[in-house]
């Protein structure tokens, strides 16, 4: 059964520093990883999906990551704002077992002005 | 708007109570989800449906039961629920569920309290 896990649980920065949230999965046989951010009482809005053939994606700001090998995926953020506090989730899509994603519990970030 | 919209936003219903959840989707897609966000637990897959046939029910009890009349629209029917049930339940939509560049969208939720 695919398990994945986000360290850290939590992050409070300052604004402007670059920031690294890091998620590990425990099957590598997956047919993609995708990052979201859920804010407070919200939904999730997707953010990066990352196929198992590619090894990064990058939007804006952000850069994602993929080491399917060693089932781990890194979100990085540039130049952080106010405005990327959210908690982050990560997710992956395995290629078998449910149809679902299998979420992490996800890294609660606060960006301080 | 996400193209998904849940409704209702907030529910607080007893344990006696019957309710449901609503889902629909304008985004052409084939295959929805439900999913339950409890605090401090991942998010856990409940069902998949995909060309409105079940594909998936993730060991869910039946005090649970979804309905999918279309593939617009997608139903979580609640019956006698348990305190432990209160949680954010999360609607997504895909083109559908059998290719790995499958992204999902995401409705804000239904926040549901069991007194």
């Known amino acids: 059964k695919q398990e994945v896990t986000q360290i850290p649980a939590a992050l409070s920065v300052p604004e402007g520093e670059n920031l690294v949230l890091n998620c590990s999965f425990t099957?590598?046989?997956?047919?993609?990883l995708q990052w979201f951010r859920q804010d407070p009482g919200k939904g999730l809005t997707s953010l990066l999906l990352i196929q198992s053939s590619q090894r990064e994606q990058t939007s804006g700001r952000l850069n994602a990551s993929l080491d399917k090998s060693s089932g781990r995926s890194t979100l990085y953020i540039a130049a952080s704002q106010p405005g990327d506090s959210a908690t982050y989730l990560c997710?992956?899509?395995?290629?078998?077992?449910?149809?679902?994603?299998?979420f992490g519990k996800g890294t609660h970030l606060i960006i301080q002005p | 708007e996400t193209g998904v919209t849940q409704t209702p936003r907030h529910l607080v219903m007893g344990m006696t109570n019957k309710k449901s959840l609503k889902c629909e989707q304008h985004?052409?897609?084939?295959?929805m989800y439900w999913y339950k966000q409890s605090a401090k637990k991942p998010l856990e897959l409940m069902f998949v449906y995909n060309f409105k046939e079940q594909t998936e029910n993730n060991s869910v009890p039946s005090r649970f039961s979804p309905e999918c009349p279309n593939s617009s629209h997608l139903f979580l029917h609640l019956h006698t629920l348990q305190p432990e049930d209160s949680a954010l339940y999360l609607c997504?939509?895909?083109?559908?569920?059998?290719?790995?560049?499958?992204?999902?969208?995401f409705g804000a939720g239904s926040r549901l309290t069991v007194l």
């Open positions: 997504a939509s895909s083109q559908d569920y059998t290719t790995g560049a499958n992204v999902l969208t």
């Open positions: 099957d590598s046989a997956i047919y993609n």
């Open positions: 997710a992956v899509r395995s290629r078998g077992g449910a149809d679902g994603l299998t």
């Open positions: 985004l052409g897609h084939n295959a």
